[in-house]
Structures are given as C-alpha cells and as structure tokens.
C-alpha cells in the first residue's frame, strides 16, 4: 500500500479506536495505516454486509461499494446491513448509510453497478485492497485475474448452503522462499459448468454463514492493512457450520 500523507487521529478518533490503539501490534501507526486505506468491497449483499460493517468500525478510511441491486425483504434474512425500511432502496445507498451510522469518519464512494469488462480495470486500479463478495463465478475471475493484472491483493469468499471458505490472493508476488504466490486459477484453474451449482435463491444459506466468512474476509483485510499475523496467502480456510469445524487446504502456483 503507497504511503500517503499522514494525518493526525482526532482526539475522538483516538477514543473511538482505543482498543486497537493499546493493541502492541496495531498500536497508533497501524491505527494510521486503516485510516489512510482505500478498500473497495465487491457486492453489499451476504458477505459484503459484515465487511463493510467491521471494516468501517475499524477505522478503514476509504470504503467503496460496488453493487447494482436493491434491497428485498429475502435478504433481510442474512444482510444485516440493510434494514426493513430500506427494502426497495439500492443496496450502495443503504449500506452507505449503514455505515455513516457506524463510522462517521468513514469516507463512502458508492458504485451502483455491475462489474464488467469495461470498468473492472478502471475500479480496482482505485483502491489498494478488494474484497470479492460476488455471488456469481464470472465476476469472481474477472475480479481475480484484474488484481493479478493490477498487483492489487484480492480476498476472496464463497458460501455454500451450510459452508463457506476464504483465502487471500497476491499472485503478483512471492514468498519468504521466493516462490511465486499462488493465483486464484491455480486454486480453482476454470469455473464450473453454467448451472451445475445451484444459486443462493436456490439452494438456501443459512443466515448467520455469511457473518462468519465475511467477517474472516475482514480480519484478512486488517491483517493486510496494518502488516500483523498470516494472511491466508496459499491457504484456503474452509468452515462447515454443522459440524463447527475449520480446515486449512494449502495450494501452490502451478509450474508453467
């Protein structure tokens, strides 16, 4: 992440953020490298909800939100960004002011779109984390070979009926064995056959799944920011609901 220049923490800021700032790891600086990044969260739904709303208590300075959706009363279930009265409102509208509510010290920039083709460069290039919480697998690749192509780090999250996964990708660089890190194709080379996985609408999630990934998707993000602990870099993080357990598969790059 570039540094910029630095400006102070308010002395309500300093109180807000209190128990980051006595955290040894975090401390002040790490406090001032949250303040100073631009984070763009990719769909305001399941996963983006605990996202935006952890990040932004965090002190994250910058979010952006792309979505082009509106809010239904089926999403309540599970977004717990939005609320009742907001059902029919566009999903970058009410998480803004979500999240306005949380942080006030939070700058928003809201996408009301869809990533395609012709914007996906231009928006990633923007901001030096993304955040996939894209329900659908054209915009997953799309997003991870532009981050690739932009050196830009890429946290990545999927759910299931009852399980979910997370990893964090920065293919553009290597490792402490100076090995290449791993890509989102050498994890997952091609996306499955159109249809042969059933959509949320579909299958069903339950609504507490997308809290506990997205909110992993998040403790990544701060972990990239600040420099603290083992981001999941070559590491998919998988959790099963039912039967509360965590599994690590590791994943190497592929020899050319």
Same mark, same amino acid.
């Given at each position: ?151 830009? =780090?890429?946290? *990545? ?11 964090? #990708? $920065? %293919?553009?660089? /290597?490792? &402490?064995?100076?090995? =290449?890190?791993? *890509? ?11 249809? #042969? $996985? %059933?959509?949320? /609408?579909? &299958? ?19 972990? $990239? ?32």
């Amino acid at each position: 992440m570039t540094e910029q220049q630095i400006t102070p923490l308010t002395s309500s800021e300093i109180e807000r953020y209190a128990r980051h700032i006595i955290l040894g790891e975090v401390g002040g600086p790490g406090q001032q490298k949250l303040k100073r990044a631009r984070v763009l969260v990719v769909g305001a739904g399941g996963l983006g909800a605990p996202v935006l709303q952890y990040l932004a208590a965090s002190g994250v300075g910058t979010l952006g939100i792309v979505d082009d959706d509106r809010v239904s009363l089926s999403n309540l279930q599970r977004q717990i960004i939005h609320s009742t009265e907001l059902v029919g409102s566009p999903k970058v509208e009410s998480a803004a002011r979500a999240i306005g509510a949380i942080n006030p010290h939070v700058t928003v920039e809201a996408h009301e779109l869809r990533i395609a083709p012709d914007n996906v460069a231009d928006l990633v290039s923007r901001y030096h984390i993304i955040v996939d919480g894209s329900d659908n697998f054209d915009t997953r690749y799309m997003l991870a070979d532009t981050c690739l192509e932009q050196k830009r =780090p890429l946290v *990545s999250a999927a759910l299931g009926r009852f399980d979910g996964s997370v990893t964090t #990708l $920065l %293919p553009y660089a /290597a490792n &402490a064995a100076g090995e =290449p890190n791993p *890509s989102y194709r050498d994890l997952f080379p091609n996306p499955p056959p159109p249809g #042969l $996985l %059933p959509a949320c /609408a579909e &299958a069903g999630v339950l609504g507490v799944l997308p809290g506990v990934i997205g909110t992993l998707q998040a403790t990544e993000v701060i972990k $990239l920011i600040t420099g603290i602990g083992e981001p999941l870099i070559g590491r998919l993080l998988l959790y099963d609901a039912l039967t509360s357990r965590f599994e690590t598969i590791k994943y190497k790059a592929r020899k050319a």
